[in-house]
C-alpha cells in the first residue's frame, strides 16, 4: 500500500505469461497464459465444467485451445492487438483473478528494455482513462530484476517467451546504448524443438 493506504499492483505482461500480484509480495497472486481465445465452431456449451463463450481469457482459453482460434495479443514484447489487450487486462483486474478497484489503486508495469516508446504512452494512457489507477509508473524489467535481489549495478540476461535481451544496469538506470534485444526466445525454441522431433519421426 501506498502513504494513502491505496493498493499498488504489480503487473507484468509478458508476450506468453501474465504475472501480477501486489506490492511488498514475495511471488505473484496469478499467473495465467497471456492468450485470448473465441470459439472456431459453437457445438456445445459447456466442457466439463468450463462454459464456452464468446470470447475466453488466460487458463479457460488455454484448457480448451483446441476447440478455440487462440490469439497472442502481445508479439516480442510488444501490443500488436489492443483490443484483445485490454480483454487480457479486464480479465486480470477482474473478478476472474485480482478483483480490485482500478480508481482505489496504482499500478507498476514491466516492459523489455528498448519498448517502442508509442507503445509505453498507449498501456499508460489506457491504464488512466480506461481503468482509471490513481498512478501509473512502467519500469524495466532488467533494473527490477536486479532490485529483487538487493542490486542496483549488474548485467541481466533475460530470455522470455517473446524477447530476450541482454541488459547493463548501472545504479539502478539501465545503458540503452550497451543493451542489446533479440526478438528471438522461449517460442522461436519451442517451434524449433518440435520441429526437429517431427522430422525425427
Not at 482505489?104 to 519498448?115: A, D, W
Not at 488512466?128 to 524495466?140: L, N
Not at 545504479?171 to 525454441?189: K, W
Request: aromatic share 8%; proline share 5%.
Amino acid at each position: 500500500m501506498d502513504s494513502q493506504g491505496r493498493k499498488v499492483v504489480v503487473c507484468d505482461n509478458g508476450t506468453g505469461f501474465v504475472k501480477c500480484g501486489y506490492a511488498g509480495s514475495n511471488f505473484p497472486e496469478h499467473i495465467f497464459p497471456a492468450l485470448v481465445g473465441r470459439p472456431i465452431i459453437r457445438s456445445t456449451t459447456k466442457v466439463g465444467n468450463i462454459e464456452i463463450k464468446d470470447l475466453m481469457v488466460g487458463d479457460e482459453a488455454s484448457e480448451l485451445r483446441s476447440m478455440l482460434e487462440v490469439n497472442y495479443p502481445m508479439e516480442n514484447g510488444i501490443v500488436r492487438n489492443w483490443d484483445d489487450m485490454k480483454h487480457l487486462w479486464d480479465y486480470t483486474f477482474g473478478p476472474e483473478k485480482l478483483n480490485i478497484d482500478t480508481r482505489n489503486c496504482k499500478i507498476l508495469l514491466t516492459e523489455p528494455p528498448m519498448n517502442p516508446t508509442k507503445n509505453r504512452e498507449k498501456i499508460v494512457e489506457v491504464m488512466f482513462e480506461t481503468y482509471q489507477f490513481s498512478g501509473v509508473y512502467v519500469a524495466i524489467q532488467a533494473v527490477l530484476t536486479l532490485y529483487a535481489q538487493g542490486l542496483l549495478t549488474g548485467v541481466v540476461v533475460d530470455s522470455g517467451d517473446g524477447v530476450t535481451h541482454i541488459c547493463p544496469v548501472y545504479e539502478g538506470f539501465s545503458l540503452p546504448h550497451l543493451t542489446r534485444r533479440l526478438d528471438i526466445a522461449g517460442r522461436d525454441i519451442t517451434r524449433y524443438l518440435i520441429k526437429l522431433l517431427l522430422l525425427r519421426g
